[in-house]
């Protein structure tokens, strides 16, 4: 299979698959005007899982966004945490306080937030040098077509550009991959 394409990509389509949608974005007004460059990778139900960064420049921090498609395991369960492990070598996170971590639902798929959490949902944000884990404490029951909208705050992007892979982990349940594309 050839790598992933990069391109920028200027609206969201709803794939039709009985699906939910993760989605882990800088600010969903960026997501629906540019919604930034991006690479992505299939996932086995079929979703595109995207890893995104504010600024893609080699060697700057940046705020990162990543895009999950979720499915049955975590439909119809309660929004708890989302992860996400870069690889260790090249990035480094900075550590979020609660109150620098952007959290949403879209719930109608068209790039727009519906459902808002703030800090007050948020039960834990522990990172190490290349990864994060956010627990929540939101009460939201995810459902199929949701997309969630999370913003963590700042990660240093690598001196190199290139394609790398970014592991992504959904209420403890689902694992996928995105690819993170740095100019």
Same mark, same amino acid.
């Given at each position: 299979?050839?790598?992933?394409?990069?391109? @920028? =990509?200027?609206?969201?389509?709803?794939?039709?698959?009985?699906?939910?949608?993760?989605?882990?974005?800088?600010?969903?007004?960026?997501?629906?005007?540019?919604?930034? @460059?991006?690479?992505?990778?299939?996932?086995?139900?079929?979703?595109?899982?995207?890893?995104?960064?504010?600024?893609?420049?080699?060697?700057?921090?940046?705020?990162?966004?990543?895009?999950?498609?979720?499915?049955?395991?975590?439909?119809?369960?309660?929004?708890?945490?989302?992860?996400?492990? #870069?690889?260790?070598?090249? &990035?480094?996170?900075?550590?979020?306080?609660?109150?620098?971590?952007?959290?949403? =639902? $879209?719930?109608?798929?068209?790039?727009?937030?519906?459902?808002? &959490? $703030?800090?007050?949902?948020?039960?834990?944000?522990?990172?190490?040098?290349?990864?994060?884990?956010?627990?929540?404490?939101?009460?939201?029951?995810?459902?199929?077509?949701?997309?969630?909208?999370?913003?963590?705050?700042? =990660?240093?992007?690598?001196?190199?550009?290139?394609? #790398?892979?970014? $592991?992504?982990?959904?209420?403890?349940?689902?694992?996928?991959?995105?690819?993170?594309?740095?100019?």
């Amino acid at each position: 299979m050839s790598p992933p394409p990069t391109f @920028c =990509v200027a609206r969201y389509e709803t794939v039709a698959y009985e699906l939910t949608e993760i989605v882990i974005t800088a600010t969903a007004a960026a997501t629906a005007a540019v919604a930034g @460059c991006s690479g992505t990778s299939e996932s086995p139900g079929g979703g595109n899982e995207t890893v995104a960064a504010e600024d893609p420049s080699a060697g700057v921090t940046s705020r990162q966004s990543l895009r999950m498609t979720v499915g049955e395991s975590v439909a119809g369960s309660e929004w708890t945490s989302i992860a996400a492990e #870069y690889p260790r070598e090249h &990035f480094t996170l900075q550590s979020a306080q609660h109150e620098e971590l952007s959290l949403g =639902v $879209d719930t109608t798929g068209d790039g727009t937030v519906n459902e808002s &959490f $703030d800090e007050s949902n948020v039960s834990g944000a522990n990172n190490n040098a290349y990864s994060f884990n956010i627990g929540l404490d939101t009460g939201y029951e995810l459902q199929q077509g949701d997309v969630v909208v999370v913003e963590y705050p700042a =990660v240093d992007n690598p001196d190199e550009a290139g394609e #790398y892979e970014v $592991d992504l982990t959904l209420n403890d349940e689902q694992s996928a991959t995105g690819t993170l594309s740095i100019q």
